[in-house]
């Protein structure tokens, strides 16, 4: 049996998504800034995926920028920003992505910013009277933080943040990619200038995303060398995966409660199970707490065990069963997760980060703890 379990790093593109494309990859092939019929016609696909990406989230479409991904539409919004509107704090956490971390630490290492790091608890918790102190005493910073963590699965309040960050003149961006398509983002409503997207996550192609840079808080291009995407990125669109992700997105909305009420289901009867199975068990982060954790991760943490120590995502292959002891991001790093160091994760204990997507099965959960108890047999 095969068993694909990692759709935290990337999830299999819905047919329908795929259907949509195909036109754009056989017949509508011009260059949508020619002026011709050929052009004209892809430009004219292109803005319909933006007025389509904009409804569903209720922002308008000039305020959405197609990229290559989530980690270049989180370097523009960073970089620009900081750039655009003369910050000189920049305000996060220790277990953000690298495609903010890395970013603000190379800006404070240039001399662009002061980077403050939020203190997080042992469950991943980011302390946010210190956030409120940190506005206080350095007003117009820059806050980001994450709606959801990618591999424990933490959820922020994007609405508690966005109002202390407005309350202090701050511009406040999040890392959204491990939420779009699985939660409901009313950005009109929502006080947040900047999030972002990377179509691969909700069923979409690889090399697709956007950013949302609300009006009022315009910024500077991050890739030059043309006038598209209205001037904010330069290059020749990514025609196909621009289409790719407004279908995706379009797929996610049109049944949302359902996807999460089925993918709930699932994590709901991992943790039962392999509660039962599996003495010793726990769960890093908020990740075991069902209603106050992104729905579609489970970072399980097993005792430690001599026969698996080091192997435990080796001996899952072996089985068929794919998963991630961390963010996939950093697979093939010699480090292991700085999300679980900032946690004091006991390092004796192996972690594997489960995560779930609308098609996968209860069978296919039932196979995975089954060989997890075979795993864990010796010791147990």
């Known amino acids: 049996m095969k068993v694909y379990l990692d759709n935290a790093a990337t999830t299999a593109m819905d047919d329908r998504v795929i259907e949509a494309m195909l036109p754009f990859m056989k017949n509508h092939y011009g260059n949508p800034s020619s002026v011709h019929s050929h052009g004209r016609e892809v430009r004219t696909a292109i803005e319909r995926s933006r007025k389509k990406v904009a409804e569903l989230l209720n922002a308008s479409p000039s305020e959405i920028f197609f990229t290559s991904g989530g980690t270049e539409a989180d370097n523009t919004a ?3 920003g900081i750039e655009t509107h003369g910050i000189k704090h920049a305000i996060t956490s220790p277990i953000e992505h690298h495609a903010v971390l ?14 403050h790091l939020l203190d997080v608890n042992e469950k991943g918790e980011i302390d946010i009277s210190q956030l409120e102190e940190l506005l206080k005493t350095y007003p117009n910073a820059l806050v980001s933080l994450m709606q959801a963590n990618n591999e ?3 959820l922020n309040d994007l609405n508690q943040i966005g109002q202390l960050a407005q309350a202090h003149g701050a511009f406040f961006h999040s890392d959204t990619v491990q939420t779009m398509g699985h939660y409901v983002h009313d950005l009109k409503s929502l006080p947040i200038d900047a999030l972002v997207a990377g179509g691969h996550k909700f069923h979409g192609p690889k090399g697709s995303g956007f950013l949302y840079v609300r009006k009022d808080k315009k910024i500077h291009p991050f890739i030059h060398g043309g006038a598209q995407e209205r001037n904010m990125r330069g290059g020749t669109e990514n025609v196909i995966g621009i289409i790719g992700i407004a279908k ?10 359902g996807h999460e009420a089925h993918i709930k289901a699932l994590k709901k009867h991992f943790i039962e199970s392999i509660k ?7 769960f890093n982060g908020m990740s075991g707490d069902i209603d106050q954790s992104l729905y579609t991760v489970l970072n399980v943490s097993l005792p430690p065990s001599e026969a698996n120590a080091g192997m435990l ?3 899952l292959d072996l089985a068929g069963i794919s998963a991630s002891g961390g963010s996939a991001c950093s697979s093939g790093a010699t480090v292991g997760s700085h999300v679980l160091r900032a946690l004091n994760h ?3 204990r192996d972690s594997v980060r489960f995560s779930f997507s609308r098609f996968n099965t ?17 010791e147990v």
């Open 102 to 115: 890395h970013t603000l630490e190379v800006c404070a290492q240039k001399g662009n910013i002061q980077l």
């Open 362 to 378: 209860i069978e296919e959960i039932d196979y995975t703890v089954e060989k997890l108890k075979e795993l864990y047999a010796v």
């Open 152 to 154: 424990i699965g933490n």
């Open 346 to 348: 006991n390092p004796e």
């Open 248 to 257: 995706a997105l379009e797929i996610a909305y049109e049944d949302m409660s």
């Open 78 to 80: 960073l970089v620009c």
């Open 313 to 315: 995502l080796f001996n």
């Open 276 to 282: 039962a199975s599996v003495p010793g068990v726990e």
